[in-house]
């Protein structure tokens, strides 16, 4: 044992123990693919419409609330959500609005509706935000990609 340091065997050669710096790597792992799911599950797949000509705009809000008007069928009135969470009815809606409304002033919405769904349906909700007083709201629209 003459010689020896530590981890250090007698020939000079420096052992590494990796054993933390694998299960760091595997929390981050994990970490990041549950993040993707809720990323992902965030975002309904829908039709949405297209303007006509260059009448829309990009624009990012950061931190919206989004709400989900998608079609359950021909003759069926449409289903709700807020993000990924679906609203039984627009009542249910309009407390959610409300709660959202009281928690930040500057509430922005960004209101997406199945191209399939009947107007009449997302001027109710428009209707709803303004009883709100909610003014600052995108309508979403798919625009085609310049080539």
Sequence with gaps: MAGSIGNRPANGDI??????????????????M????????????????????????????????????LDRGPGQPPAYGIGPLPVASLAELSRELATARRHNPRLEVVLRADRRIEYRYVREVMELLGDHDISRFHVVAEVEQAP
């Design 34 to 69: 549950v993040v993707n799911q809720f990323a992902s599950a965030e975002r309904i797949e829908m039709e949405v419409p297209q303007p006509h000509g260059s009448l829309a705009q990009d624009r990012r809000v950061p931190e919206p609330v989004v709400i989900n008007v």
């Design 15 to 32: 052992r590494l123990n990796l054993t933390a710096l694998v299960d760091v790597t595997i929390l981050l792992l994990t970490f990041f």
